[in-house]
């Protein structure tokens, strides 16, 4: 009867571990911010392009997650083929489950510093604009790296002065003297305030 009750009792410890265990990922699930949630989503996304089957004849082609890499670029940009009659099908994909993650990225805007959510929405602009007409089969595999590179690191440059300016308005400045002003990121990254902190995350 002993050795029967102390396993049961075992049991229900262990059924009590499993039981605040879930508790505690439901809290922290429950803790993020919109703007956290929204760039899982677009990591997501963009994740479910780049692994989509249907894309790999193109997937050497182009950077189909959309990362923002520059010696990939230029790697690219030395393909001088134009798409097949069988790529352009599977570019028209691309292009079409492109738009949901650049919705989201839209949605995430809204919860950054205006000054750097227009830039990111510019450059998102370009971006789509430039893929539709790839999807018509207007550039070349290596034009469209090129034009991808020039777009991005246009502007970067704004959005990384925005981030800047944005840093050293008086209610943002830190209050510790061994603070120290965020760091841009050199990948494809989108920055936000979460409280009084300044987080950047990759895409």
Same mark, same amino acid.
């Given at each position: 009867?002993?050795?029967?009750?102390?396993?049961?009792?075992?049991?229900?410890?262990?059924?009590?571990?499993?039981?605040?265990?879930?508790?505690?990922?439901?809290?922290?699930?429950?803790?993020?911010?919109?703007?956290?949630?929204?760039?899982? =989503?677009?990591?997501?996304? #963009?994740?479910?392009?780049?692994?989509?089957? &249907?894309?790999? $004849? +193109? *997937?050497?082609?182009?950077?189909?997650?959309?990362?923002?890499?520059?010696?990939?670029?230029?790697?690219?940009?030395?393909?001088?083929?134009?798409?097949?009659?069988?790529?352009?099908?599977?570019?028209?994909?691309?292009?079409?489950?492109? =738009?949901?993650?650049?919705? #989201?990225?839209?949605?995430?805007?809204?919860? &950054?510093?205006? $000054? +750097? *959510?227009?830039?990111?929405?510019?450059?998102?602009?370009?971006?789509?604009?430039?893929?539709?007409?790839?999807?018509?089969?207007?550039?070349?595999?290596?034009?469209?790296?090129?034009?991808?590179?020039?777009?991005?690191?246009?502007?970067?440059?704004?959005?990384?002065?925005?981030?800047?300016?944005?840093?050293?308005?008086?209610?943002?400045?830190?209050?510790?003297?061994?603070?120290?002003?965020?760091?841009?990121?050199?990948?494809?990254?989108?920055?936000?305030?979460?409280?009084?902190?300044?987080?950047?995350?990759?895409?």
């Amino acid at each position: 009867m002993d050795e029967t009750r102390n396993g049961m009792n075992k049991l229900h410890f262990l059924a009590g571990l499993l039981f605040l265990s879930g508790c505690a990922n439901s809290s922290v699930e429950q803790s993020k911010t919109p703007w956290e949630a929204l760039k899982q =989503e677009t990591r997501q996304c #963009l994740s479910d392009v780049k692994n989509d089957r &249907e894309l790999q $004849s +193109i *997937a050497n082609k182009v950077t189909l997650g959309s990362t923002y890499d520059r010696d990939v670029y230029f790697e690219l940009s030395g393909i001088k083929d134009m798409p097949t009659a069988e790529e352009k099908i599977a570019i028209r994909k691309w292009v079409a489950e492109l =738009e949901p993650c650049y919705k #989201l990225k839209a949605e995430s805007y809204t919860y &950054e510093p205006a $000054s +750097i *959510a227009k830039w990111s929405a510019a450059t998102d602009r370009e971006q789509q604009s430039l893929l539709s007409e790839f999807s018509r089969g207007n550039l070349s595999y290596g034009q469209l790296a090129v034009k991808r590179l020039e777009i991005d690191t246009k502007y970067r440059g704004e959005i990384t002065r925005a981030v800047s300016a944005d840093y050293k308005r008086p209610e943002n400045m830190p209050q510790e003297k061994d603070s120290v002003m965020p760091k841009t990121q050199s990948d494809s990254s989108s920055c936000g305030w979460e409280g009084a902190q300044w987080v950047c995350r990759s895409l």
